[in-house]
């Protein structure tokens, strides 16, 4: 197997759910050791999360942890104890990053807080991530993807292009989208601190908060407001041409036509109805006053033609359009699979699934994933490289350290 990119990095991972695995995965996938750290017991919480197969609950088997776990190692360690403390601190003292999700001021009240670890290893790099940050007025604020996803304006903005605010609430988006925007701010931040540390041959704490990531994904509508003073509305009328799914034959398709040449290869791509040449949409000043009559047209019009004529044709038109896909099409798109977007991993309990591919291709180090460990399948590998006996590491499992 050829290198990796990340071969010769130790990344401790101290972290449950979405987030922090999510940024210990990306490391992970690119060949850094992850050492994933799991409650003793019942392990990563999202151990207990579906989809299961068959529906059937099982600590090994959650189609989530598979994903966000994959190519780690796990070991089972409590580090509230003064004997799981020790074995934290010599993983710390080989250690290039701690990745970390718990609530501010959690690795102080053990004694594992960043000066403590500082202490013992000035190259470690800490990254903290968490809903609100280590600082501010929501420092200590109890925080999920839902919450911090809602207190974004993009949760505020899921759906737009609605005629009624008392009947059309926001929604949040699927599946868990801050966590993730949190985990990848994480990742690129530590490996722009693993740059300044080979410059300076020291390491610092990141502090990544997951709604910061969310709402800085805002940037047009922040733009709008600060420049112009006009605050977004998810009001139908009060947003410019395009920006929702519109119905067509068998299914739905994006499309836009703020631009001028937009509009004139949607009427192309339509055969050119007669209502769409009056002068008053020539513009986009026109198209944008006149709205109401003109959406309700194009919704019209592309009812009369399948998703992909509207989209082979209108791509070849030089229209910015694309489909709404279930996840079935996407999963089984010929584009995706052509660029082998999927692997298959076997893995000795949940069996042979496919999962999704590392998030980028690389000629020279490409990101290998391997399977999710078992709870626990590392300890006497990593227990024994930091010179505990088996005998010890007996006596550590009856006293519920590991």
């Known amino acids: ?13 101290f972290a449950q759910m979405v987030s922090g695995p999510m940024c210990g995965k990306m ?11 799991e409650p003793v017991g019942a392990g990563d919480e999202m151990r207990a999360h579906p989809p299961f197969p068959g529906d059937i609950p099982h600590p090994e088997k959650s189609g989530s942890f598979l994903y966000l776990n994959t190519s780690k190692k796990s ?14 601190r010599k993983l710390i003292v080989g250690a290039d990053v701690l990745i970390e999700n718990h609530q501010p001021g959690h690795l102080d ?37 839902l919450i911090e996803f809602a207190m974004s304006l993009t949760g505020y903005n899921t759906p737009t292009m609605i005629d009624d605010p008392e009947r059309e609430n926001p929604l949040r988006a699927p599946g868990h989208q801050a966590e993730m925007m949190g985990a990848t701010a994480a990742a690129a931040a530590t490996m722009f601190a693993i740059f300044h540390r080979e410059a300076t041959g020291l390491g610092q704490w990141i502090d990544a908060p997951c709604w910061q990531a969310v709402a800085s994904t805002s940037k047009i509508e922040m733009a709008a407001l600060t420049y112009a003073g ?37 009427k192309t791509l339509l055969h050119n109805p007669p209502d769409f040449e009056s002068e008053v949409f020539d513009l986009l000043v026109g198209r944008q006053a006149n709205d109401d009559v003109l959406r309700p047209m194009i919704r019209h019009e592309l009812l ?7 989209v082979s044709e209108g791509q070849r038109l030089g229209l910015t359009i694309g489909p709404v896909f279930t996840v079935a099409q996407a999963a089984n798109h010929p584009h ?17 699934f496919e999962y999704p591919r590392s998030l980028v291709q690389m000629t020279a180090t490409p990101p290998t994933s391997t399977r999710a460990p078992l709870l ?8 024994g490289r930091l010179g505990y006996s088996l005998d010890e590491q007996q006596g550590m499992r009856a006293a519920g350290v590991i």
């Open 230 to 266: 006009v605050p977004f509305s998810r009001m139908r009328g009060n947003v410019a041409t395009g920006l929702e799914p519109l119905p067509c034959k068998d299914g739905y398709v994006y499309t836009l036509w703020a631009a001028d040449s937009h509009y004139k290869a949607l």
């Open 376 to 383: 626990g399948e590392h300890n006497a590998e990593i227990l």
């Open 109 to 145: 009240r053990i004694g594992l807080g960043y000066e403590a670890l500082n202490a013992l290893n000035p190259r470690l790099i800490l990254t903290s991530i968490t809903p609100f940050g280590q600082t501010g007025p929501y420092r200590d604020w109890k925080g999920t993807d």
């Open 1 to 13: 197997m050829a290198n990796r990119a990340l071969d010769d990095l130790v990344v401790v991972e």
């Open 336 to 352: 995706l699979r052509a660029r082998n977007a999927f692997v298959e991993i076997d893995h000795p309990v949940a069996g042979r």
């Open 75 to 88: 070991i089972t360690l409590d580090p509230s104890t003064p004997a799981g403390a020790e074995v934290f």
């Open 304 to 310: 009369k033609y399948d998703t992909e004529y509207l």
């Open 27 to 37: 490391f992970a996938d690119m060949g850094a050791e992850v050492i994933k750290l």
